[in-house]
């Protein structure tokens, strides 16, 4: 009996928010898009903000996930234009009359205080570009974006929630930027967690 074992589930489909593989029979479909369980309230919720009303300008079966290095590439760049930002920043504020002594002074000497603009600056930096483009200026440069698991824009609310992750990333020795070698669909931690892809264009 068991050698005759049918599987009654029917064919294999792909959630389009984690990309795991499910039976059509467990999937809920929508518009032809396959969503598993777990994702269920994620989708619900993206279908009640009208998410779906925007087409994918993507093919979801061509797409090219963008690697580690090239990831790493766009990010050593974002952080060298965040940098600038801040002198001039400390320029505005400050004056430039008084520009060399105080940047000196907050940056070599107040290493925290130094910290803390940084991290601002570079926190709003990623959340409007990435936010209003898919893509920060190192992202374009290395021709790269930020999109949803559907092929679609990434919304504001879920760039806001990929960046908090990526604090996580970058706290526990960089784990969650070094999954993306191992990751099938190049996910970092902080992809999952705002149900993004980077995609190459």
């Not at 709003?124 to 190192?138: C, D, E, K, P, Q």
């Not at 931690?189 to 993004?196: I, K, S, V």
């Amino acid at each position: 009996m068991d050698n005759h074992y049918v599987n009654f589930q029917g064919t294999r489909k792909q959630c389009v928010e984690c990309g795991k593989a499910i039976f059509e029979s467990e999937a809920l479909i929508y518009e032809n898009k396959s969503i598993c369980s777990a994702c269920k309230p994620i989708f619900i919720q993206k279908l009640r903000e009208g998410i779906f009303n925007e087409k994918s300008d993507l093919n979801l079966e061509k797409i090219k996930f963008a690697g580690f290095w090239i990831r790493a590439g766009a990010k050593i760049i974002d952080i060298v234009i965040v940098y600038f930002l801040c002198i001039v920043a400390t320029a505005t504020m400050l004056g430039v009359a008084y520009i060399l002594d105080v940047f000196f002074n907050i940056f070599w000497h107040s290493q925290y205080e130094a910290s803390i603009l940084l991290f601002s600056l570079f926190f709003i930096y990623n959340v409007l570009l990435i936010g209003s483009y898919g893509a920060t200026l190192g992202k374009k440069i290395f021709k790269i974006r930020v999109v949803s698991t559907d092929g679609t824009k990434a919304v504001y609310s879920a760039v806001l929630k990929r960046q908090i992750a990526e604090i996580l990333s970058a706290a526990v020795f960089l784990s969650g930027y070094i999954a993306v070698v191992f990751d099938k669909q190049k996910r970092a931690l902080h992809d999952y967690y705002g149900n993004t892809w980077v995609i190459k264009l």
